[in-house]
């Protein structure tokens, strides 16, 4: 199994640009979610679905959308970025009734000017 | 106010000794506590999961949770080089709707030299 997996690692944007994070898993898993990681602010969710088709909103949603239309793919997109997205991004996925074990990607590091 | 504290170190050890990491918390409702573990440019992994006060070891590692002072503990004894990386806590509150829905800490970085 390939886990949880992140495209692209890197990214530069500039402001208002818009673009599209990958998140794939090939784990089966129901529960995905989005967390970005700031210097000093540790973690903090996104955006969360626990299956196709549904999805909500975490501590830091504003900027962000998501779709789930299958169990492998939860993609985040910005829609017209900022200097505050500059960030770490990262995908993860779970078994739902096993939320706490959660499976991180590696990351996509993205600098917006 | 964060709602979950975590000294952000950095933290330097010599190899062997013992490492105690701490996270405080201010919302009683967190009921489940956990300890990731992220290498540089990695992703974070669970490295241990706790419910109840008291603590729970898995080989060097030690689990502390003491509700009542909403403080938890990470001990590492006999520490390695390849320990180095940041930990990071994190906890949710009790109920089916909160399932994966993580709070955590700031995160501190530990270093192990030889």
């Known amino acids: 199994n390939a886990g949880v997996t992140q495209t692209p690692k890197f990214q530069v944007l500039k402001t208002g640009q818009s673009m599209t994070l990958q998140c794939a898993q090939d784990?089966?898993?129901?529960?995905m979610s989005w967390y970005r990681q700031d210097p000093g602010m540790g973690l903090r969710l996104i955006h969360y679905?626990?299956?196709?088709?549904?999805?909500d909103q975490g501590e830091v949603p504003n900027g962000y959308n998501v779709s789930r239309s299958t169990t492998e793919d939860f993609p985040l997109r910005l829609l017209s970025a900022a200097p505050s997205q500059t960030s770490v991004y990262f995908c993860?996925?779970?078994?739902?009734?096993?939320?706490?074990?959660?499976?991180f990607g590696p990351g996509t590091r993205l600098t917006v000017l | 106010q964060k709602e979950v504290e975590q000294d952000p170190g950095p933290l330097s050890v010599p190899e062997g000794a013992i490492v105690s990491l701490n996270c405080t918390y201010s919302n009683s409702a967190f009921q489940y506590f956990m300890w990731y573990r992220q290498y540089s440019r990695k992703g974070p992994e669970l490295l241990m999961y706790t419910y109840s006060s008291g603590n729970k070891e898995d080989g060097r590692f030690t689990a502390q949770v003491d509700k009542s002072s909403k403080y938890i503990s990470l001990f590492i004894r006999d520490s390695q080089p390849s320990d180095s990386a940041t930990y990071l806590c994190?906890?949710?509150?009790?109920?089916?709707?909160?399932?994966?829905?993580?709070?955590f800490g700031q995160g501190t970085i530990l270093t192990v030299h030889p």
């Open positions: 994190a906890m949710r509150r009790a109920g089916g709707t909160s399932y994966g829905k993580l709070t």
């Open positions: 993860a996925s779970s078994y739902l009734g096993q939320g706490d074990t959660q499976y």
């Open positions: 679905s626990v299956g196709a088709g549904i999805t």
């Open positions: 784990m089966n898993h129901e529960y």
